[in-house]
């Protein structure tokens, strides 16, 4: 009976150890395996058995990206402008083996190479440069840093300068200035838009005016048109009249009459004298008889 205990006890202490040599290794992730002190194989994500006592679990990888905020690093400009200047570091890892025995402590190496590289680089450029060339920092640091970091393991996928602070003077100054160069703009653009309202508003008077001459003439136009034509019809009526009185062929004693008409027409008006022709006085003399007889048709 005791025999059987201490091997159910035996039994029981295998499948334990055996359970705990049972090794799964998540998504995303590596494990560096050791065998006596000596890098052996690098587990990837799976199930994985660890020989008990030979193997050993030297160090477990991430391989997922990681960001590394870094401090803010004092850096001085070509024009000997001392700023802050804080990055951000975006890397992931490619080889666990590299990464696991290529540096000691690969982040604070990763900072140190990302401080003295901004350092390299902010140095060769003036504020000026410094403030409108981001982009071009980014870029530049990031293809030292990766190229450095190869051999640790680590891939550098991009840097960013997330910040950076000019001295209280230099600020003050700057904002001065973007103040005046608004202030500026805001005058350009207020005299330019006076101008083209005086632009507008003259142009406006002046299709005014050429408007208002096109209406004078065409009325002006008009109005000689209508005296033409009336003064035609006159004209032609008197054409056509004397025309008629010509076919109608008017006696000598019509003519004087008509004659006669046109001297008391003459009278009305404002002439004090009428000197009236031989012709048209014997004339007046007979229609005067003429019309006594026909007052006293008995004489």
Known sequence: MP???????????????????????????????????????TWSAGLHFKIPIIYRIAKKVSLKEQVADFEPQPVITKDNVTMSVDSVVFFYIF?????????????????????????NIIGSMTLDETLTSRDNINSRITAILDDATDKWGIKVSRVEVKNIAPPKSIQEAMEKQMKAEREKREAILTAEGK?????????????????????????????????????????????????????????????????????????????????????????????????????????
């Open 3 to 41: 025999q059987t205990i201490i091997t159910i006890v035996i039994v029981a202490l295998v499948i334990v150890i055996l359970l705990r040599c049972i090794r799964i290794v998540p998504q995303a992730s590596a494990w560096i395996i050791e065998s006596f002190g000596k890098y052996k194989v």
């Open 95 to 119: 080889d666990p083996k590299l990464f696991a025995y290529g540096v000691e402590r690969p982040i604070a190496a990763i900072e140190n190479l990302s401080a003295t590289t901004l350092r």
């Open 195 to 299: 101008k083209q309202s005086a632009i507008t508003l003259a142009e406006g008077e002046k299709e005014a005016a050429i408007l208002r001459a096109d209406a004078v003439k065409e009325q002006r136009i008009r109005e000689a048109q209508g005296e033409a034509e009336a003064l035609l019809a006159i004209q032609s009526a008197r054409a056509q009249g004397i025309r008629m009185i010509n076919e109608a062929h008017p006696s000598e004693q019509y003519l004087k009459l008509k004659s006669f008409e046109a001297a008391e027409k003459m009278a009305d008006g404002q002439a004090t004298k009428i000197i009236v022709p031989s012709e048209i006085q014997n004339l007046a003399g007979t229609v005067a008889a003429v019309g006594e007889v026909l007052k006293n048709p008995e004489k």
